[in-house]
């Protein structure tokens, strides 16, 4: 197992504009490097966890943040169906401040809100009818995001990991037709995860997975050999 993961990783990626062809055979996707090119929508994120993160022996719970790449109109570089991202590990204070976004969004979306919306428009209507058109040749160019990333599938929780609750943002584990229904898209979206290693200091979160960990299994053939050294002491 440990081998088909390293030689896999080891494959030229694959461009993210050419995925839609692979998109219903995964099995001939996973943990293989992708280079995508897109659009993030922020507002469609998705925290899995509670995630602990040891940092020089202190250890912080957080997330790991899924947010749907998306594709740029008449870019052909660009993916041409979106694509989730585990972007890494953020700090809980991350998801804390999305639920507040969330919250504030609802509230602003309801019924009285929308009616002095209304009013505020018919008000202002006769200014922004006068509003000059935009050129089109005035619009800045969409500067497209490189991600790169290793194909994965959904995880498969043990016992005492909850039930993921998509109605509440409860997701505890990665689901990944789960997932990309909440987010609005179809159940075989690709999901990857990032591996880049070029971190800016000055905006460290999120902090992408090290590709090492994606060869790992969670007991390592060193880890069977310990377990059966320390027993075999202690009945000495």
Same mark, same amino acid.
């Given at each position: 197992?440990? #081998?088909?993961?390293?030689?896999?990783?080891?494959?030229?990626?694959?461009?993210?504009?050419?995925? #839609?062809?692979?998109? #219903?055979?995964?099995?001939?996707?996973?943990?293989?490097?992708?280079?995508?090119?897109?659009?993030?929508?922020?507002? +469609?994120?998705?925290?899995?966890?509670?995630?602990?993160?040891?940092?020089?022996g202190?250890?912080e719970?957080?997330?790991?943040?899924?947010?749907?790449?998306?594709?740029?109109?008449?870019?052909?570089?660009?993916?041409?169906?979106?694509?989730?991202?585990?972007?890494?590990?953020?700090?809980?204070?991350?998801r804390?401040?999305?639920?507040e976004?969330?919250?504030?969004?609802?509230r602003?979306?309801?019924?009285?809100?929308?009616?002095?919306? #209304?009013?505020?428009?018919?008000s202002?209507?006769r200014?922004?009818s006068?509003?000059?058109?935009?050129n089109?040749?005035?619009?800045?160019?969409?500067?497209?995001?490189?991600?790169?990333g290793v194909?994965?599938?959904?995880?498969k929780?043990?016992?005492?990991?909850?039930a993921?609750?998509?109605?509440?943002?409860?997701?505890?584990y990665?689901?990944?037709?789960?997932?990309?229904?909440?987010?609005?898209?179809?159940?075989?979206?690709?999901?990857?995860?990032d591996i880049?290693?070029?971190?800016?200091?000055?905006?460290?979160?999120?902090?992408? +997975?090290?590709?090492?960990?994606?060869?790992?299994?969670?007991?390592?053939?060193?880890?069977?050999?310990?377990?059966?050294?320390?027993?075999?002491?202690?009945?000495?």
């Open positions: 197992m440990l #081998d088909y993961r390293q030689k896999r990783l080891g494959l030229e990626p694959i461009s993210g504009s050419n995925l #839609d062809p692979l998109r #219903d055979n995964l099995d001939a996707l996973e943990f293989r490097k992708v280079v995508c090119k897109g659009l993030f929508d922020e507002k +469609k994120s998705i925290y899995v966890g509670p995630r602990s993160r040891s940092i020089s202190i250890t719970n957080g997330y790991y943040i899924i947010t749907p790449l998306m594709s740029i109109p008449n870019n052909p570089e660009s993916v041409q169906s979106p694509v989730l991202v585990n972007r890494g590990w953020v700090p809980r204070s991350w804390d401040k999305s639920v976004v969330s919250q504030d969004d609802e602003q979306s309801s019924p009285a809100s929308s009616s002095a919306e #209304d009013n505020e428009r018919s202002w209507w200014f922004w006068k509003k000059p058109k935009v089109e040749e005035q619009v800045p160019p969409i500067t497209p995001l490189e991600v790169v194909v994965r599938g959904s995880e929780p043990s016992i005492f990991v909850p993921n609750d998509p109605s509440s943002r409860q997701w505890f990665v689901d990944v037709p789960a997932i990309a229904g909440a987010c609005g898209l179809p159940e075989n979206t690709i999901y990857m995860e880049n290693e070029d971190v800016n200091p000055s905006s460290p979160y999120p902090v992408p +997975k090290d590709i090492n960990t994606l060869i790992r299994s969670s007991v390592m053939p060193q880890d069977h050999l310990n377990y059966t050294l320390t027993w075999y002491v202690c009945f000495m």
